[in-house]
């Protein structure tokens, strides 16, 4: 008997985006992975996190929540000077997204 015709279909359910968070995952990319990306008046981040750097689909969203999770909280604790985020609460959250793993 052919083992493959006997053995269950692994069914995966694909990575959907969420708000804050855009799935890539075209064929023919060279990148698959998400993205980041919040703005706040006038001010927008993005960062992208591969599949390849961080094991998998849902190892890179993992590491795309912690991230956003944390800049949410740097965003949400600043205040705006001049209706703008400071240039000390942009420093932080740049620095946050680069060093983000």
Same mark, same amino acid.
């Given at each position: 008997?052919?083992?493959?015709?006997?053995?269950?279909?692994?069914?995966?359910?694909?990575?959907?985006?969420?708000?804050?968070?855009?799935?890539?995952?075209?064929?023919?990319?060279?990148?698959?992975?998400?993205?980041?990306?919040?703005?706040?008046?006038?001010?927008?981040?993005?960062?992208?996190?591969?599949?390849? +750097?961080?094991?998998?689909? @849902?190892? $890179?969203? %993992?590491?795309?929540? !912690? &991230?956003?999770?944390? #800049?949410?909280?740097?965003?949400?604790?600043? +205040?705006?000077?001049?209706? @703008?985020? $400071?240039? %000390?609460?942009?420093? !932080? &959250?740049?620095?946050? #997204?680069?060093?983000?793993?």
């Amino acid at each position: 008997m052919n083992k493959a015709a006997t053995s269950p279909k692994k069914t995966t359910t694909p990575l959907k985006s969420k708000k804050n968070l855009t799935r890539f995952s075209y064929e023919t990319a060279a990148f698959e992975g998400w993205r980041l990306c919040v703005s706040k008046t006038g001010t927008t981040f993005t960062r992208y996190f591969p599949d390849k +750097k961080f094991g998998g689909g @849902k190892q $890179s969203l %993992a590491a795309a929540e !912690k &991230a956003l999770t944390e #800049l949410r909280s740097i965003i949400d604790g600043s +205040k705006l000077v001049e209706n @703008k985020l $400071s240039s %000390a609460t942009i420093k !932080k &959250a740049n620095k946050l #997204l680069l060093e983000a793993v």
